[in-house]
Structures are given as structure tokens and as C-alpha cells.
Nanobody, 125 residues
Framework: QVHLVELGGGSVLPGGSLRLSCAAS????????IGWFRQAPGKEREGVSC????????YYADSVRGRFTVSMDNPKNTVYLQMNSLKPEDTAVYYC??????????????????WGQGTQVTVYS
């Protein structure tokens, strides 16, 4: 059974950093694409970043490119999202999601069929 657990959320001042982790069980990361999405109160879910498990190719939303880095630790079956230079507009619940695919996308959340429970990230304004 596919299961995803996000950890690492918290509250930081602007300019601070957090690292989110997405621990996967029930499947092998190499066969899946992992996406990171976020949803702020009153806003639609937004794709942040993704990584292809097969080739490690990464994609980023324009709003986070250069500040966020997604990475994968295959032996630990865990995906990370390192978030630096955080801004108040990064405040949201962050979710990781998985889909059995060689390619990842952040444009369509609905293609992902497994989701974690989410973790809150708050950047004080």
C-alpha cells in the first residue's frame, strides 16, 4: 500500500529556511514521480516542484526557482524539499504526492493519485 508522510514544517522569519521530507512506503521511488504542492487559505492548490524517480529530472514553479531545491534519497525512499530565502507568500500547507510515471509535472495535481497528509509552513510577515 502506497503511503506518504511529510515532515519538517514549521514557522520561520522571512529569509529563513526549512527542509521538508516526504517518506514513501509501499513502492520504490525509482518507478514514480514525486511532486510537491502547496495550498494557502482561500487559494487553489499550486504546484511547487517535482522530481522524476527514474532520472532525477527536476522542475520548479517560477515563484520558487532559485530558492527551493528538490532531491531524492533512494536508499531512504525519501524526497526532500529544501526551502531557502522563505517569504511570507510561501505560507501554506505543503503536500507531497506520487504517481507511477517516468515523468513529473507540477501543472496537473490531478494526475497524482497518492498524497500525504500535508505539513504547515508559516513564514511570518
Amino acid at each position: 500500500q502506497v503511503h506518504l508522510v511529510e515532515l519538517g514544517g514549521g514557522s520561520v522569519l522571512p529569509g529563513g529556511s526549512l527542509r521538508l521530507s516526504c517518506a514513501a512506503s509501499g513502492f520504490t521511488l525509482a518507478d514514480y514521480a514525486i511532486g510537491w504542492f502547496r495550498q494557502a487559505p482561500g487559494k487553489e492548490r499550486e504546484g511547487v516542484s517535482c522530481i522524476g524517480g527514474n532520472d532525477g529530472r527536476t522542475y520548479y514553479a517560477d515563484s520558487v526557482r532559485g530558492r527551493f531545491t528538490v532531491s531524492m534519497d533512494n536508499p531512504k525512499n525519501t524526497v526532500y524539499l529544501q526551502m531557502n530565502s522563505l517569504k511570507p507568500e510561501d505560507t501554506a500547507v505543503y503536500y507531497c504526492a506520487a504517481v507511477r510515471s517516468l515523468f513529473c509535472t507540477i501543472a496537473l495535481a490531478k494526475v497524482y493519485d497518492h498524497w500525504g497528509q500535508g505539513t504547515q509552513v508559516t513564514v511570518y510577515s
